[in-house]
């Protein structure tokens, strides 16, 4: 356990649902990520929020809304998703943002059929 | 973008061999990271490199790092079924707070 916990684990939705993934985190941290890992491509990161305020959006579609409620707690929330966008998402947390270490989640594996 | 990229992507040895894989980016950076992967779970930190720091060792670990070359190196030896994983560096860019993980390498331990 790395102590970032991420639900649901699996999840499989039509292009026309909206669902959410959820992180948490209680070891203090003040850093989370979002991160896609896709096959054969290397890991993506998608957002980044620093004491809760968002500092990075890598070019992401609008499709994907992240929400950062409080230090400990963030979601991405998924609508009108594509084929495409079947991955494995990560969720991360560090003490502060870039030189340091990365607590990774499990992973939430998403199929979008 | 990408930052740092493995060499090589597929590593097979023996078991009780020593592994050596290799990592090279393209910009200055503050420190440099090892993570590794079992299959579809998440990522798990082995151990970070400051600039300043040519060599860092943990438990069978040993991590070089060479600014000169931008390149660093992670050499796990005697090497263990349960080794068997996926594994990345990551890297930061000297004027960015982004942690940019490569492709990673794929190793695998022949019983």
């Known amino acids: 356990e790395t102590g970032v916990t991420q639900t649901p684990r699996h999840l499989v939705m039509g292009m026309t649902n909206k669902k959410s993934l959820k992180c948490e985190q209680h070891?203090?941290?003040?850093?989370m990520y979002w991160y896609k890992q896709s096959a054969k491509k290397p890991l993506e990161l998608m957002f980044v929020y620093n004491f809760k305020e968002q500092t990075e959006n890598n070019s992401v579609p609008s499709r994907f809304s992240p929400e950062c409620p409080n230090s400990s707690h963030l979601f991405l929330h998924l609508h009108t998703l594509q084929p495409e966008d079947s991955a494995l998402y990560l969720c991360?947390?560090?003490?502060?943002?870039?030189?340091?270490?990365?607590?990774f989640g499990q992973g939430t594996r998403l199929t979008v059929v | 973008s990408q930052q740092g990229e493995e060499d090589p992507q597929a590593l097979s040895i023996q078991e009780g061999e020593n592994a050596t894989m290799n990592c090279s980016y393209k910009t200055s950076i503050n420190n440099l990271q090892w993570y590794r992967q079992n299959s579809g779970r998440g990522l798990v930190h082995l151990i970070l490199i400051r600039s300043n720091e040519r060599e860092k060792h943990s438990g069978r670990l040993r991590v070089t790092l060479d600014t000169s070359k931008k390149s660093s190196s992670l050499l796990i030896t005697a090497s263990r079924a349960a080794d068997t994983a996926s594994y990345f560096c990551a890297t930061d860019e000297d004027r960015d707070d982004k942690i940019i993980f490569g492709k990673g390498t794929r190793l695998h331990i022949l019983p």
């Open positions: 070891l203090g941290h003040n850093a």
């Open positions: 991360a947390s560090s003490q502060w943002t870039g030189n340091t270490e990365a607590f």
